[in-house]
């Protein structure tokens, strides 16, 4: 028989450790989702917005402000630059996070970085560059910083009450809640932030036309802006393609695409092509890559090697041409395939009073100077109050000063030192602050030299409050401060553009790739439900026989196209791939043809639902849905300017898609539902929408459990009682066909 094991005895852990006992440990709770979003989600959500991916109207975000206070509390300023790792540790005091990350704000806001247009951290060390994807910077024990001059301009008076302070997350410090910025900050430097359900996206302006326009808005609230204010300036440089509705558009709202394409020269001797600037948006890597990818497939023939020539005097890749390549025609083609041009996406959200706004360059303007004029009143009255403290004082010396003889005798007489102070309140009618100010002053001050200097100091001081009082008084004169620090930051730190600005009618497009003379004749193009697609010329199809086509496929669509068309294919996955006619090669009826999802590399498993043919991207897009909603959008919604293959958000998707149309003009369409209703309606009910992804509006009502099945077009005298299907109204239910009217096809997905 084994031996028994001793008994383990039983250690009570309460006993042990009461304060190791978790109360609801390994407990599943039911809760309902809406407290569960309201009382963990929402405060998560709130925080991120509030305190972490947001700038607030001094340009700044949580981490940056930190990280640049605790570098000013340093005395950065001035001096020698220190080790980067020494501000990192030290702003630790303010910002939680680790220290990686703070070392990467530092890295963003650094001239090394080349990121901003007027950096805030005077950098010494590799910083790495915004242009590059691989190139990675030095950590922080490596690198030195300081405060860029620039930056005296953000704490400015911060010292004289400008603005709030609050505890640090362990309230041992105090920290300003934001910057009393002398300039608007918020649009001299990019400023990027991605939050829950939101994001921001500022690009940086030239300081000198932002501080011109603000002045001029400041002496007139109905001026234009963007009369000043032209377009972005980045610190990439590059080109900016101004086309004045798109720019205007965008700097009203703050929403919008702007075009930026990359600066290039040819090198004759060499026979090759030198980019040196890209839009902000990209990486050399990024374009490089693509190029490549190109260079694969066949679409850049011309090219005959690429590299990254990128050193210490800045950006430079460099494109080797074959003998014989126009280096203008080959850059448009590169403009149009590759990120060598591409889109800035403005958003401009920013936290104003705590509430997340999207605002125009104007509004900002306008919040910027509300927030300057209280931060000039606070300092106003900061200095008020203290020369009004400092004249009470002066006064109680003024009396003082009228008898030294008096007030010398009381201090003298008065035995106990504790009453010189009531003593000499009694003996001249002041105050006790004046009466300590009085009996602190120094036996050598008692001359007619220092009291005609501080009696002096009465009346210059009594000039000076009455100043202030004035200036605060007048909204004139606050504007004139303001204009004044406007006009000497302009001066001092302003600096030409770096971003060249060239008319998009002035460039020479080519529209179409005509660089390339691709021929234009007449096509039948074959789309069908599998994805496949061929097209065919007119003297093929009449030798052709029956259309060869995958087991189990069939044709979805036959259109009557020519070659120099554009292609719209919409997928079940609420996207819309872009490609031309040109790009397929002639096909015949006994082969398959062009798989599209891989031909225009769809993600993994999304399939093409309807192919669209245009060449003006004039007319609508209709979308039918199961819960019988339509959608109309206009076609142009789906034009670029830029060689974008792939757009997201093509339709709405609350509800599944049954069917998609494209038309030229308003017609007459039927549906059916599930219960066997039809319903005949005109397109020209529907109002069109310029937002892609709307969820459209309700045309036919469904009953619980049905949805629509199919939509085809109306033929005049199809139905032998039309009228029977019509309705004033929309929704409607629609009516049960007549036995003569079953006939026709249904076209769904």
């Not at 910077?137 to 001059?149: N, V």
């Not at 990359?262 to 092509?273: E, G, L, Q, W």
């Not at 009381?410 to 000499?424: C, G």
Request: glycine share 6%; with cysteine; aromatic share 8%.
């Amino acid at each position: 028989m084994a031996p028994r094991k001793p008994k383990q005895p039983q250690i009570n852990h309460e006993e042990e450790n009461p304060n190791a006992h978790i109360l609801g440990a390994g407990e599943v709770a039911d809760q309902p989702i809406v407290e569960t979003l309201e009382i963990n989600y929402m405060p998560y959500a709130m925080s991120v917005i509030m305190s972490r991916a947001i700038p607030e109207i001094d340009g700044f975000k949580p981490s940056h402000r930190k990280l640049l206070y605790t570098m000013y509390k340093m005395g950065l300023l001035t001096g020698p630059r220190i080790k980067s790792a020494n501000i990192v540790g030290r702003t630790m005091q303010l910002n939680p996070h680790g220290d990686a990350a703070i070392y990467d704000t530092m890295v963003r806001l650094s001239k090394g970085y080349e990121a901003l247009l007027y950096p805030y951290v005077d950098s010494k060390g590799n910083f790495g560059k915004a242009y590059s994807r691989d190139m990675s910077w030095a950590a922080s024990r490596y690198t030195e910083a300081k405060l860029s001059p620039i930056a005296a301009e953000l704490f400015r008076e911060i010292d004289k009450d400008t603005v709030d302070f609050v505890d640090n997350y362990d309230a041992t410090m105090k920290e300003p809640t934001l910057l009393p910025v002398t300039y608007p900050s918020i649009l001299i430097n990019n400023n990027t932030g991605i939050a829950v359900g939101m994001a921001s996206n500022i690009c940086s302006f030239n300081l000198q036309e932002i501080c011109e326009a603000t002045t001029e808005l400041i002496k007139d609230s109905d001026y234009d802006v963007l009369e000043t204010i032209k377009a972005p300036d980045f610190p990439s440089g590059g080109q900016i393609v101004y086309d004045k509705k798109t720019m205007t558009e965008a700097l009203s709202t703050g929403r919008g695409g702007i075009l930026v394409r990359s600066k290039y020269r040819y090198d004759k001797s060499n026979n090759c092509i030198d980019i040196y600037e890209i839009p902000p948006t990209t990486t050399a890597e990024a374009i490089i890559d693509k190029i490549i990818e190109k260079v694969k497939s066949g679409s850049f023939k011309e090219i005959s090697d690429i590299r990254d020539e990128t050193d210490k005097s800045g950006l430079k890749i460099t494109i080797d041409l074959k003998r014989g390549t126009d280096a203008e025609k080959l850059m448009k083609k590169l403009y149009k395939q590759t990120p060598l041009l591409d889109s800035f996406p403005c958003n401009f959200n920013v936290l104003i009073g705590g509430t997340p706004q999207v605002l125009g360059v104007r509004d900002l303007l306008l919040e910027w100077i509300a927030f300057r004029t209280e931060c000039v009143k606070r300092r106003i009255y900061f200095d008020l109050d203290k020369a009004q403290k400092k004249l009470h004082l002066l006064k109680g010396l003024e009396k003082i000063l009228l008898d030294i003889d008096k007030a010398i005798k009381i201090v003298r007489e008065t035995p106990v030192e504790a009453e010189v102070v009531p003593n000499l309140m009694i003996g001249f009618g002041i105050d006790e602050i004046q009466a300590e100010y009085v009996a602190e002053i120094k036996l050598r001050h008692l001359n007619r030299e220092y009291i005609m200097k501080r009696l002096q100091d009465v009346e210059e001081l009594t000039k000076e409050i009455a100043e202030m009082e004035d200036t605060l008084s007048s909204k004139t004169k606050i504007k004139k401060i303001i204009i004044a620090e406007l006009k000497e930051v302009s001066q001092k730190y302003g600096q030409l553009r770096k971003s060249e600005i060239i008319y998009a009618n002035e460039i020479d497009d080519d529209d179409d790739e005509s660089f390339e003379d691709i021929p234009d004749y007449a096509l039948t193009i074959f789309f069908t439900k599998a994805g496949y697609f061929k097209k065919i010329t007119p003297q093929s199809l009449r030798m052709s026989g029956e259309q060869k086509l995958k087991e189990g496929d069939e044709l979805s669509q036959i259109v009557e196209s020519s070659n120099a068309k554009e292609l719209l294919f919409f997928t079940d996955k609420c996207q819309v791939y872009k490609a031309h006619v040109s790009d397929f090669e002639d096909s015949k009826a006994s082969v398959l043809g062009d798989y599209i999802p891989t031909a225009l590399e769809f993600d993994d498993g999304e399939q093409p639902l309807y192919m669209a043919v245009t060449d003006d991207f004039k007319g609508y897009m209709l979308f039918f849905f199961e819960n019988g909603k339509v959608a109309k959008v206009d076609m142009n919604a789906y034009e670029t300017k830029t060689n974008r293959k792939k757009l997201i958000k093509a339709y709405g998707s609350k509800s599944p898609i049954v069917a998609a149309m494209y038309i030229r003009e308003d017609l007459e369409l039927v549906l059916t539902s599930s219960s066997g209703r039809m319903l005949l309606f005109n397109t020209a009910v529907i109002s069109p929408k310029t937002t892609k992804d709307t969820q459209g509006v309700g045309v036919m009502t469904m009953k619980k459990g049905q949805r629509l099945m199919g939509v085809r077009p109306y033929v005049e005298g199809e139905f032998s009682k039309p009228h029977r299907y019509r309705t004033k109204n929309l929704p409607a239910l629609g009516s049960m066909p007549l036995p003569e009217d079953t006939a026709g096809e249904q076209l769904t997905l």
